[in-house]
């Protein structure tokens, strides 16, 4: 064999850097595919007019002195654009793909997110034996997200380590192994009150009923879990004997929907999830939002009336807290969704089972007691950032204006 050939494989990783500039992409594999190039992967971020373009490649090396070549040809057209450009060994595919088997995505919500938030995830990630392989934005307004891709340590390690962190810096973050597929996540729960909407409704019944104080310290108490929530609910239910049904009317036109609510629906319902409520509340509110909302289902407890009026009791099996987390498997199973695929969303302690055994259970805005035990928080008032925990970037967001309204859209 002659001395100037090489029958090796070469693998490198092309780099680019500088401003953006309309043929930026085609004219570099113009240059690659001179030598034949074979490309493993790409990726191209753009911040403000700066873009960052990386080519994973792999190259011939029957060709004299091809690798040696092919740096200089991509120096050469780097420098004739004003760019900046760096030609480095790359892993094998086989490496690679050795190394994707410890993956996970890190998305990280801030309102704002800091530099600090994100220096001490970072360093908490290199402190494991992590890598940091990309960090994607995902939204900029009303919140600043992004997501980090991580190699080379466990998914599970890892969100025990940054789920402390993130509690600590004030940051909200899920995280998830990378071989899943954001769409493959297909069955959303909801919890209602504080979550879906910013009422609590049995305290909207409790003002028409004059006993608003009474049911809101015993409301207070069960979501801090201090209380037997279906002892609580009884509690509750019967300050209430003697009201006019029609006050369910009332009752309706007062609850307010979650600012981002109608947004998060109708962004999951357009990628394929099926999205529904379970709720510690009354079939008498959450079956009006169902059809409102156009939910795929939704189960709560009933309140009981006769002769026009609510006796102060419920009728049928009451919905606490471990018939949420039994409902979610029944909606998932019925779905033909697997339990990691589902994501449930909640405040209250009665939430908890609930948001245990989804595949990602999220305590949004909830009291601390719950947010300690929850497997990811969202602590921002918009309901829609759920969305970007979940990796799913600004661009697939289907935004619906006045969606806090419940008229609206």
Request: hydrophobic fraction near 45%; include cysteine.
């Amino acid at each position: 064999m002659p001395a100037d050939r090489d029958d090796r494989t070469s693998t490198l990783l092309v780099s680019i850097f500088g401003r953006d500039q309309p043929t930026i992409t085609s004219s570099l594999f113009r240059q690659l595919a001179a030598f034949d190039a074979t490309v493993l992967d790409v990726e191209k971020t753009r911040t403000q007019a700066q873009v960052t373009l990386t080519a994973h490649i792999t190259t011939p090396g029957s060709r004299p002195h091809a690798e040696g070549r092919l740096r200089a040809a991509v120096h050469d057209w780097a420098a004739a654009r004003e760019l900046h450009a760096e030609v480095t060994p790359g892993r094998a595919r086989g490496a690679e793909s050795l190394r994707g088997e410890h993956r996970s995505h890190v998305a990280v919500v801030g309102h704002p997110l800091t530099a600090r938030t994100t220096a001490e995830i970072s360093a908490r990630i290199a402190a494991l034996g992590g890598r940091i392989d990309r960090i994607s934005p995902l939204a900029r307004h009303p919140v600043t997200a992004v997501e980090f891709l991580v190699s080379g340590v466990g998914t599970t390690l890892l969100r025990g380590q940054l789920s402390e962190l993130a509690r600590r810096v004030g940051a909200d973050l899920a995280i998830s192994e990378a071989g899943l597929s954001r769409k493959a996540r297909r069955l959303v729960v909801m919890d209602v009150d504080s979550t879906l909407i910013q009422d609590e409704v049995i305290d909207l019944f409790a003002h028409y009923a004059g006993c608003g104080a009474q049911v809101e310290a015993i409301t207070a108490a069960a979501m801090r879990g201090e209380l037997d929530f279906t002892e609580s609910l009884q509690a509750r239910v019967a300050l209430l004997a003697g009201l006019d049904a029609s006050v369910v009317d009332k009752v309706r036109a007062d609850v307010r929907l979650t600012p981002g609510a109608r947004t998060l629906i109708r962004t999951l319902q357009g990628l394929g999830y099926r999205v529904g409520v379970v709720s510690g509340g009354f079939t008498q509110v959450t079956d009006y939002l169902a059809d409102h909302l156009k939910l795929d289902f939704s189960a709560a407890n009933t309140l009981e009336v006769r002769a026009g009026q609510l006796t102060g009791r419920l009728t049928g099996p009451v919905v606490d807290r471990p018939a949420k987390a039994r409902l979610l498997a029944r909606y998932a199973h019925e779905a033909g969704v697997p339990l990691a695929r589902t994501v449930a969303v909640g405040d209250g302690a009665n939430d908890l089972d609930m948001l245990n055994t989804a595949g990602l259970g999220v305590a949004f805005n909830a009291k601390p007691a719950v947010r300690g035990s929850a497997p990811a928080t969202l602590n921002v008032p918009f309901l829609d950032s759920l969305l970007y925990l979940l990796g799913i970037p600004h661009e697939e967001v289907v935004t619906v204006q006045g969606d806090h309204v419940l008229e609206a859209g």
